[in-house]
């Protein structure tokens, strides 16, 4: 079932990618999605597979996808909706996948 949460912020990101390029046209916010959804979605399905690493994964996404969006929410001053929320979702999923790593360690 820890799968579950990857898959959705894999389709998160993914989306998000795309919404800013559609918005302004920015390559690298589209690239930057895809490649963050990708990373979600391959430890998803690490995880569903029961391999090796997929938590460990889902936490390398969780804490670039923070690294990319805290820098935004801080420079806003918390005022714009979407760094703010991927911050917390990345803080909070990042937390949830740190926890399965340390369960199975």
């Not at 995880?47 to 806003?76: C, Q, W």
């Amino acid at each position: 079932m820890s799968h579950h949460p990857s898959y959705t912020m894999a389709g998160l990101c993914a989306a998000g990618g795309i919404a800013g390029y559609a918005r302004t046209r920015s390559v690298p916010s589209l690239v930057a999605g895809l490649a963050v959804g990708s990373m979600y979605g391959f430890a998803g399905y690490l995880i569903k597979e029961n391999k090796d690493y997929g938590h460990e994964t889902a936490v390398a996404a969780s804490t670039v996808l923070a690294g990319a969006m805290l820098p935004r929410a801080f420079k806003s001053g918390f005022k714009k909706p979407v760094p703010v929320a991927m911050s917390a979702i990345s803080l909070v999923a990042g937390a949830y996948y740190v926890k399965k790593v340390i369960e199975y360690s």
